[in-house]
């Protein structure tokens, strides 16, 4: 029986990498500034995602290549390398969240005000860089379940069991974060609607 043409595919994606993952394992320079270099564009996303600032995200970053490098042996190439990256910085951001949870706000339940109208969507069309600044402005707690459940594809529960909060909480949070991000999008719409006349 003949592999399908997507193993055919990964397998030779797998190839690609595998020389760059056996020179990082024996601790090579240029692998690993190789491996930074192809990565760290796609790593240093998924981190600002989570952080508040630029400066954190790299700061992150920085922390997800020790973890990478340091853990490089135990990837057993059994599934996507970018993946496994993927994973160790989305672990690794939610790290980060809760050693800094301690110190970030967190907005009593009963304080958010949940109510906009859809009929003060204007649909118009959005480019990454406004979206990506939008969910920026997300208060932290909102900002890493709306990316955990909606960039992730993570449920309420892993949201809950990796974040330490209660899955209501969670579910809040991304509710309370969808009406943030409605609103800010409204205020964008009637920017760009204001340059256009």
């Given at each position: ?48 995602r989570y ?8 700061d992150v ?137």
């Amino acid at each position: 029986m003949q592999p399908s043409p997507e193993k055919i595919s990964s397998f030779v994606g797998m190839d690609e990498y595998r020389e760059l993952i056996e020179g990082c394992v024996r601790g090579e320079r240029r692998y690993q500034a190789q491996l930074y270099k192809k990565f760290s564009g796609i790593l240093f996303a998924i981190c600002l995602r989570y952080a508040s600032s630029r400066m954190e995200a790299q700061d992150v970053l920085q922390e997800v290549f020790v973890r990478v490098f340091s853990n490089i042996r135990s990837f057993s190439f059994d599934g996507s390398f970018e993946g496994w990256l993927k994973r160790i910085a989305v672990n690794t951001s939610i790290t980060h969240y809760r050693k800094n949870l301690k110190h970030a706000f967190q907005e009593d339940v009963e304080s958010a005000a949940l109510g906009i109208s859809d009929t003060d969507y204007t649909n118009p069309e959005y480019t990454a860089e406004e979206l990506t600044y939008c969910i920026q402005k997300l208060p932290l707690g909102y900002r890493t379940v709306f990316n955990l459940y909606v960039l992730e594809g993570w449920m309420h529960k892993e949201i809950s069991d990796h974040l330490g909060i209660d899955i209501n909480t969670s579910k809040s949070q991304l509710s309370r974060a969808k009406v943030f991000l409605q609103k800010e999008l409204i205020e964008l719409s009637r920017i760009k609607l204001t340059d256009n006349e």
